[in-house]
């Protein structure tokens, strides 16, 4: 697969499918090419797109360069637009969403944006989990810190246990530093206004019909934050949305 390097050179992997005006997917927490909806979305997508799937750094064949701070992310996101000639529309999920929103806010390149349920959810256990994220990332213990985010979204802890012991936990552990990324990206929670503000391209808010009433709720202020931005249902679709259900909604919206 193709790669380009971003500015501190981390090395970003990607693949483009398609043909038609530029797109690119930016995946959410614990997800990566090999591991998450873009592929198949892309695969829908593709007859309207020129599709551009990238690794988010740390994750599948991206590699990593610390420290993190949320701006790398976005210079490795406006590497791939340059990547994909400049411009693009770019559609994100969940810390993928937040990732693209403060990349649509603080510079060029990206001409309509689309985000699925980002997770701006206050809650009096954010900070908690921040601190005990952190130090498990630090201290070494990855299968801690995979089951703590599973646990901050609401998984019980007797699937917990049981993923454990299965041979897919290998592969969630070895991007678990990830996880402080994607917290990092979400500030605790709340919806950035003073990004989502200055967001000036046409925006689409997207939620689940079916999704838990906290991840509607983020979803719909985010739209309420964003300048002129559109808020849209999905019906009987929850935080983990079928491509086949988005995907019409993603090309009505891009122009596809």
């Not at 921040?130 to 990332?137: D, Q, S």
Request: include cysteine.
């Amino acid at each position: 697969m193709p790669v380009l390097t971003s500015p501190d050179g981390t090395r970003i992997g990607y693949e483009r499918s398609g043909e038609g005006p530029a797109l690119v997917l930016i995946d959410g927490a614990m997800c990566h090419r090999a591991a998450g909806p873009m592929r198949p979305l892309a695969a829908l997508l593709a007859s309207s797109f020129t599709v551009y799937a990238y690794d988010r750094r740390g994750r599948g064949e991206s590699t990593d360069t610390p420290p993190h701070d949320p701006e790398r992310e976005v210079e490795d996101l406006r590497a791939v637009i340059a990547e994909a000639g400049g411009e693009a529309g770019v559609y994100g999920i969940s810390s993928g969403a937040a990732l693209a929103l403060r990349a649509a806010a603080t510079g060029p390149g990206i001409t309509r944006l689309a985000l699925y349920e980002p997770p701006f959810i206050e809650g009096p256990g954010n900070a908690e989990y921040t601190a005990n994220l952190g130090r498990a990332v630090a201290e070494g213990r990855r299968g801690d810190a995979v089951a703590l985010f599973m646990r901050h979204v609401g998984m019980p802890d007797q699937m917990i246990d049981g993923m454990r012991g299965q041979p897919m936990w290998a592969g969630l552990e070895a991007i678990a530093p990830t996880l402080v990324y994607d917290d990092a990206l979400l500030a605790g929670g709340r919806v950035p206004h003073d990004l989502a503000s200055a967001v000036s391209v046409p925006t689409l808010v997207l939620s689940g019909g079916d999704s838990p009433a906290g991840l509607q709720a983020a979803a719909k202020a985010t739209a309420q934050a964003v300048p002129g931005a559109q808020h849209r249902t999905l019906d009987g679709q929850t935080h983990d949305v079928q491509p086949d259900a988005l995907a019409p909604a993603l090309r009505a919206f891009f122009g596809g």
